[in-house]
């Protein structure tokens, strides 16, 4: 597996330079565009087929943006989405038809995500419908089929979706996705809404799923722990702007981007003792406006190894010292193996 | 052996008792929720019933003429007027109502009206609905310039004094019941538009529509199987309150000579010709008012009922009103104890002045 420079026939999902913006406009009765909002910036990633890719980031770094702009849900402003060998970048709803086949999607909540006043029978056929690929009984077969591949019980087809828990409501989301045999299955936090016993349930679903049908799973997630587990690589994004990339083993090990060695230092532990032992590296003020990001690296207001050059110059994503090729990270100054960033905030704050 | 067999046999039927449960529990649709609630709110049967006994009269008008021998425009000089030309009381030779100003049945006058403002009434408003109801949805849902468009449009059309509009509109084109029901659709659907489209702002929304549009439905698709299903509730409950209001309008018009021309039977036409005998002939006045006003109260309190019954949080409503009831029985029943208690005491007052 190889992410930065990947052989392009092993590669489903492609984005080059993905650039979407905004417009943020005054009110009023001429509404002048006063700014944009940059949600996603300059993002170029590859998934591999049959592998899933964990992109990590706070609310608001611009991960369900860039999630639509795959799946074509929203027009992108800049920048190339190849899917399986095709430009699909803002292509014509009715081009776009034969890959909405190839591309589900998952949302994160199970409570919105389903039709209230349709029956659940109708919610996982709707996908047979609408492509026109079966009806009448043989779509009532391929629903309770499904049914029972996502762990429901197929007598329950003329149920609403207010009949179900939060947990059986997410895998009817997971039967309607999977009912056309999609290639590339869009995870947006499918698991954030939903109890911890549950979400460990729905994981294992999602994984058993791929290794069944050789799915791909671009998997959005704030919740590390979730990533690790079900990733084989792991992207982190900042102000929507990739920060750091690669296989998962390394990214977790040794985190090079301070921003990601942030992120792990505050993710909580299972286990009590081996928290104790941890530094906490606390991040001073909050995430900037993506309106007006600041300039070089946007993660330097907040850097506790922030030096004038991180906000002179942007940061690319290279390969540093040390890392396998497939490692990248977008910093000046990296985060060296030992290094302890918690006492560098700790002394810049006293 | 055997016992255990009687074991396995027992666990087997459990088993497939529980599966029959199942396949018996079926989601109860928002439908079926509203009419339960709905059966237990009095007023509005009530009025659901006088609409329907309506409905029947008009739609059965002509087994009355069968009946009575009276056709609605036969003027009946002889036994329908007094010596002196005016109408005849109720009861009289056969006139189960008594007769118009020209010695008509007003009965079946009034039974040949209901079949007027029923019809003018409900296709109106579903000539008004589906109207507002796709223009509120297009509006919504593209938002934009279409948006822009449509909405000013609705906002136009709401704000016209359309009593006047319609008056000018019947003076020109002459009055006929086209007319009319041209004339009042084109003013009801606006507000229905007008909450539809704001309904729809809200639902796109929701995720369950991005949903759809990543399985690839197109537009038409979402608005009409996605969101429209989502919107039927209020949708209903304006459509009721607009029949009367409709049913109204029509005989405003026939009254002001602008709608259904005698000698056709309208309400509002033979409470125009009443006004010139209320002297001497209440029934004339009477009886087509008073089947004006029950239709359009009866729609309006089976409109509120709907609402009510459309919207959860009026449970706590029946709730309080049920608890109420248990409360009242209650008390009743602690005045009896305490009556009982009493006429323990005092053993001089007899027991059943207790109960």
């Known amino acids: 597996m190889s992410m930065a420079v990947p052989a392009d026939d092993d590669v489903l999902v492609r984005i080059d330079n993905l650039v979407k913006y905004f417009p943020v406009r005054s009110v009023g009765l001429i509404r002048r565009t006063v700014g944009h909002v940059q949600a996603v910036d300059d993002v170029s990633l590859s998934i591999p087929r049959g592998k899933t890719l964990g992109l990590v980031g706070e609310t608001g770094s611009g991960k369900s943006t860039l999630a639509r702009c795959v799946a074509g849900l929203i027009p992108v402003t800049s920048g190339r989405v ?152 792991v992207a982190v994004m900042y102000l929507g702007r990739i920060c750091e990339l690669g296989p998962k083993e390394q990214v977790y090990r040794s985190p090079r981007h301070p921003y990601t060695n942030a992120l792990l230092s505050a993710a909580p532990a299972a286990d009590p003792d081996a928290a104790a032992g941890r530094q906490r590296i606390i991040l001073a003020g909050d995430v900037p406006s993506p309106i007006d990001p600041p300039s070089g690296c946007r993660f330097h207001p907040r850097c506790p190894k922030a030096q004038p050059l991180c906000s002179e110059t942007e940061p690319q994503l290279e390969v540093q010292a040390g890392d396998a090729a497939t490692h990248v990270t977008a910093c000046h100054f990296p985060v060296m193996a030992g290094e302890n960033l918690a006492s560098a905030v700790r002394s810049e704050l006293s | 052996m055997s016992i255990s067999g009687i074991e396995v046999g027992g666990r087997e039927a459990v088993a ?257 010709d009443a006004q010139n005998f209320y002297q001497v002939a209440w029934w004339y006045v009477v009886f087509p008012a008073a089947a004006l006003l029950i239709t359009t109260l009866a729609f309006n309190l089976l409109g509120d009922g709907i609402r009510d019954a459309m919207d959860p949080r009026t449970e706590r409503i029946f709730a309080a009103g049920r608890a109420r009831g248990r409360r009242r029985r209650g008390k009743r029943q602690v005045l009896a104890d305490s009556a009982a208690e009493v006429s323990h005491v005092m053993p001089s007052v007899p027991p059943a002045a207790g109960s």
């Not at chain 1, 954030?192 to 016993?197: G, H, M, Q, T, Y």
């Open chain 1, 82 to 233: 190849t899917f399986d060998g095709r430009d699909i970048t803002n292509v014509s709803r009715r081009a776009m038809r034969p890959v909405r086949r190839e591309i589900q999607m998952i949302f994160q909540d199970p409570y919105s995500s389903l039709n209230p006043r349709r029956r659940v029978g109708a919610i996982i056929g709707e996908p047979f419908a609408i492509h026109k690929t079966a009806s009448g009984s043989a779509r009532k077969r391929a629903v309770q089929e499904l049914m029972e591949r996502v762990g429901l019980n197929p007598e329950h087809y003329n149920r609403f979706p207010a009949e179900f828990s939060g947990g059986q409501r997410q895998r009817i989301g997971v039967a309607r996705a999977l009912a056309l045999r999609p290639k590339l299955i869009i995870c947006d936090e499918p698991v954030s809404a939903l109890d911890v016993s549950i979400q460990a349930q729905v994981l294992n679903l999602l994984a058993d799923l791929q290794r069944d049908y050789g799915l791909t799973y671009l998997f959005i997630a704030h919740d590390l722990e979730v990533v690790r587990h079900v990733s084989d690589a």
């Open chain 2, 16 to 272: 497939a008792e529980a599966v029959l449960d199942v396949t018996k529990v079926e989601g109860r649709s928002q439908w079926q929720l509203t009419w339960r609630r709905l059966r237990q709110d009095k007023v509005a049967i009530a009025s659901l019933i006088i609409i329907l006994v309506m409905v029947v009269l008009a739609i059965a008008a002509p087994a009355f003429v069968a009946i009575t021998h009276h056709p609605p425009n036969v003027t009946y000089p002889n036994q329908g007027e007094t010596a002196a030309g005016n109408p005849v009381p109720p009861g009289t030779a056969g006139f189960w109502l008594g007769t118009d100003g020209s010695g008509r049945d007003l009965f079946i006058r009034i039974l040949y009206g209901a079949r007027i403002s029923l019809f003018v009434g409900f296709v109106t408003t579903a000539l008004g609905a589906i109207a507002g109801v796709t223009i509120g949805l297009i509006a919504g849902y593209f938002g934009g310039f279409i948006d822009t468009i449509l909405a000013r449009f609705t906002d136009a059309v709401l704000a016209f004094p359309y009593v006047v509009l319609a008056l000018a509109l019947a003076v020109v084109l002459g009055p006929s019941l086209i007319v009319i029901i041209g004339v009042i659709s084109f003013f009801s659907w606006a507000a229905i538009a007008r909450i539809v489209r704001g309904q729809t702002l809200s639902i796109k929304e929701k995720e369950y529509i991005e949903a759809a549009r990543s399985l690839g439905a197109g537009p038409f698709r979402i608005m009409f199987l996605d969101i429209l299903p989502n919107l039927l509730a209020p949708v209903l409950v304006i459509a009721t309150l607009y029949i009367p209001t409709a049913v109204v309008f029509e005989a405003t018009l026939s009254y002001l000579g602008l709608g259904i021309l005698p000698p056709t039977a309208s309400w509002g036409n033979i409470l125009a």
